[in-house]
């Protein structure tokens, strides 16, 4: 049997950089996953599509891909977001809220960046025309050392934490 992480991020193919984030830190945190844990991805492109039918039919399609190669394989749907304004911005605070209760109904895991995945990982706020270039510098200077561990057990909405690595632990 063999297990299947579907990571449903904001970004879009083109960025790719949530999805940098995320493998940098299964890739420092879990170094002994073995072959029978597959990870993937789907990019939502954007966070007010985490819904929408393409999302949900890429997640269906990787799940019944990933079934199809042994039918006793397992899939666990991850969604990611970023926080945003939560603070001061009531929309904010109430589309986590929804997405939240989304992922529940479904039972699917629920990561948070606060405010954002740029935040957590490199203390600052990044301009979307950056984000990639940002990201790809995280990966090939391996900052990933210097992320402090604490921040990414969060408990409850923090600026510049995650919950990432609880939600990690309870499926690797």
């Known amino acids: 049997m063999g297990l299947q992480l579907i990571f449903v991020v904001e970004c879009d193919k083109n960025s790719e950089s949530d999805w940098i984030y995320i493998k940098e830190t299964i890739g420092y945190f879990y170094e002994t996953i073995g072959p029978q844990i597959k990870l993937n991805h789907v990019y939502m492109e954007g966070r007010g599509n985490y819904k929408n039918n393409k999302t949900i039919n890429d997640i ?23 926080c945003d304004d939560y603070d001061i911005k009531p929309s904010d605070a109430k589309f986590l809220e929804n997405a939240f209760q989304y992922c529940q109904e479904r039972d699917y895991e629920f990561i948070w960046f606060c405010k954002d995945v740029e935040r957590v990982y490199i203390g600052r706020k990044v301009d979307d025309r950056q984000k990639t270039n940002e990201a790809a510098r995280f990966k090939k200077k391996s900052l990933i050392l210097h992320v402090n561990k604490c921040n990414l057990v969060a408990s409850q909405y923090q600026r510049n934490s995650s919950n990432i690595l609880k939600v990690l632990d309870k499926q690797l």
Do not use: G, W
């Open 60 to 82: 269906k399609k990787k799940i019944s891909q990933y079934r199809a190669t042994n039918r006793s394989n397992i899939s666990k749907v991850i969604y990611c977001f970023d």
